[in-house]
């Protein structure tokens, strides 16, 4: 009985262990000091991704699976960049705690790891834009590497509490970001229990656990995978700067649309603070949207407004107007 009981609680403990991403991070300076390399352990989870994806062959297809993949697609990526994004990382409104971690929870079905994590990396990012020590400049590092590459090195796996204290002292944060794959299974294990429901309660609606579980799962998440790492990588290579900020972010209407706003990159990086990206009415900015009306319910306030030197300076139809002038002037 006894040794039962220590190799069950062996067992729970090393289970631990291996889901806790901080297990084994202690020494942090050394793992960020080790050169970049792809580690194929960390592969496998992108591996294990889009071979769910194939399951569309076994599973099949519905218009209710489609939908969910859909609106799954479109609600995380408001919670990437809405909340990772716009609030962990850049703090670009106030909310309560609650909220705070129901943004946390709902951005962790996100599948891209824990917000702590998240805001960690990013806000590096913007420290080093396009520098040999940022860890996914497409001008560093290629395209790959940028879009996919980098979070497969151990370098780039642990987080460093030391540049996200504004958050590390929540500790219900603290936990979603150490057990960060908590989450998206009990999320994958919801839509199938979900999908067994809808068949057996509502068959017209000719929907599968399995459908559910491929559609809302692994393709919704394997797209929204690489949407966002698009800004990682493109959004540092196509599109047009309106502002010279020292690296090379782009804006691109294109890139604005898939990302719910993330594409006006270059206005991003040159203002950071603001929780709007598209900062003119025709730079869709889907994410900026939800977030006003969000602060209609008094749920999120405190939205950061674009700065006014933003426009004083580039404003695109005065440039367009001086560029005239002088043309004129000059004839
Ligand atoms: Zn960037
Ligand atoms: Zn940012």
Redesign the pocket.
């Known amino acids: 009985m006894k040794k039962l009981r220590t190799a069950l609680q062996r067992g729970c403990t090393s289970l631990t262990q291996w889901f806790d991403t901080d297990y084994g991070n202690d020494d942090l300076a050394a793992i960020r000091a080790k050169p970049d390399k792809v580690e194929f352990i960390r592969v496998l989870p992108f591996i294990f991704l889009h071979l769910g994806c194939l399951g569309i062959f076994l599973a099949g297809w519905s218009w209710t699976a489609v939908a969910f993949a859909v609106v799954l697609y479109l609600v995380r990526m408001f919670a990437i960049t809405g909340f990772y994004h716009r609030y962990f990382s850049h703090k670009t409104f106030n909310t309560s705690r609650p909220a705070q971690f129901l943004f946390a929870l709902l951005g962790a079905t996100a599948v891209q790891r824990g917000p702590l994590w998240w805001s960690y990396q990013h806000r590096h ?2 420290k080093h ?1 396009d520098e040999a020590e940022d860890a996914h400049s497409p001008h560093q590092h290629g395209f790959w590497w940028s879009h996919i590459g980098w979070i497969t090195s151990a370098r780039n796996f642990p987080t460093d509490y030391s540049q996200v204290r504004d958050l590390a002292k929540f500790p219900e944060l603290v936990f979603l970001n150490r057990f960060d794959t908590l989450v998206p299974f009990l999320f994958a294990v919801a839509l199938f229990t979900l999908g067994h429901f809808l068949g057996a309660f509502f068959p017209t609606l000719g929907v599968t656990s399995w459908q559910l579980l491929v559609w809302g799962f692994f393709i919704s998440t394997t797209v929204l995978f690489h949407a966002t790492s698009s ?2 990588s493109l ?2 290579l196509l599109g047009k700067r309106r502002y010279e900020t020292g ?1 090379d ?1 782009r804006n691109s209407f294109l890139l604005a649309l898939i990302t719910l706003g993330e594409g006006w ?1 270059n206005n991003h ?1 040159r203002h950071m603070s603001t929780v709007r990206q598209g900062f003119y009415w025709w730079e869709i900015d889907i994410s900026y949207y939800c977030l006003k009306m969000l602060s209609w319910t008094g749920l999120i306030w405190n939205l950061k407004p674009v700065p006014l030197a933003a426009y004083e300076t580039n404003h695109p139809l005065r440039a367009r107007k001086n560029l005239s002038a002088n043309h004129s002037s000059r004839a």
């Open positions: 990012h913007h834009s800004i990682n959004a540092h690296d972010s990159h990086h």
